[in-house]
């Protein structure tokens, strides 16, 4: 079974925080995606990375960036976390033969 | 741009009935996912479709795949509360390393 861990599962932060989301995968998956899960809006890429030390942007990067090191573990970084940063945060993964995305438990991030 | 749109966006049906939830999208692809998302948790992949005319069941839940009219549907089966959460489907575009584009989940609600 594929398993995708995210490094917690709720996170309160301050206004102007750098905040670190991290993802690690046990697969040997090339891809790995961070979206962002807002009501109403579905699910939106922010950036995705398909080898290490590689990253695309995503449809919502603005605000973010993201670290790829190690083929197994893709970071999220909030630079300067805002209010409008508050939601649910998922990692997923895939495989180079499959497009079958296994996605983490989540982190819900509030910031205040 | 591919679109995928979910119809309904919400649905709420009373036990023991029948439903169908629809996914369209707008340009050729063969290949189709669909996630369950329970409240507070994160995505688990129901079902792959890989090729057009493809049919798959779990339990109450029926999915299918008509890649000619970009249309694949989720049918549900005398439906029980169990069945209560928010359905993606997911379509992917099959160009390496270009990540899946999502609906915007239909939120199923079954009542007794």
């Known amino acids: 079974d594929v398993k995708v861990t995210q490094s917690s599962r709720y996170l309160v932060k301050r206004t102007g925080e750098k905040v670190f989301l991290e993802c690690v995968q046990d697969?040997?998956?090339?891809?790995m995606f961070w979206y962002r899960q807002d009501p109403g809006l579905g699910l939106r890429l922010i950036y995705f990375?398909?080898?290490?030390?590689?990253?695309e942007k995503g449809d919502i990067p603005e605000g973010y960036s993201v670290s790829r090191e190690k083929k197994e573990r893709f970071s999220l970084i909030l630079e300067s976390a805002s209010t409008n940063q508050t939601s649910m945060y998922l990692c997923?993964?895939?495989?180079?033969?499959?497009?079958?995305?296994?996605f983490g438990p989540g982190t819900r991030l509030t910031v205040t | 741009e591919l679109k995928v749109e979910q119809n309904p966006l919400f649905l709420s049906m009373q036990e023991g009935k029948n439903y169908t939830i629809y996914c369209n999208y707008s340009?050729?692809?063969?290949?189709l996912y669909w996630y369950r998302q329970d409240p507070g948790k994160s995505l688990e992949s129901l079902f792959v479709?890989?090729?057009?005319?493809a049919v798959k069941q779990e339990g109450r839940l029926m999915a299918s795949l008509d890649t000619k009219a970009r249309l694949s549907t989720l049918h549900i089966t005398a439906a029980v509360h169990d069945l209560s959460a928010t359905y993606f489907c997911?379509?992917?575009?099959?160009?390496?390393?270009?990540?899946?584009?999502f609906g915007k989940g239909t939120r199923l609600s079954v009542i007794a």
């Open positions: 997911a379509v992917d575009m099959s160009v390496r390393n270009t990540p899946l584009v």
């Open positions: 697969m040997d998956h090339e891809n």
């Open positions: 479709l890989l090729s057009n005319g």
């Open positions: 997923a993964t895939t495989g180079a033969l499959s497009y079958e995305q296994y």
């Open positions: 340009t050729t692809s063969d290949r």
């Open positions: 990375s398909y080898d290490v030390k590689m990253k």
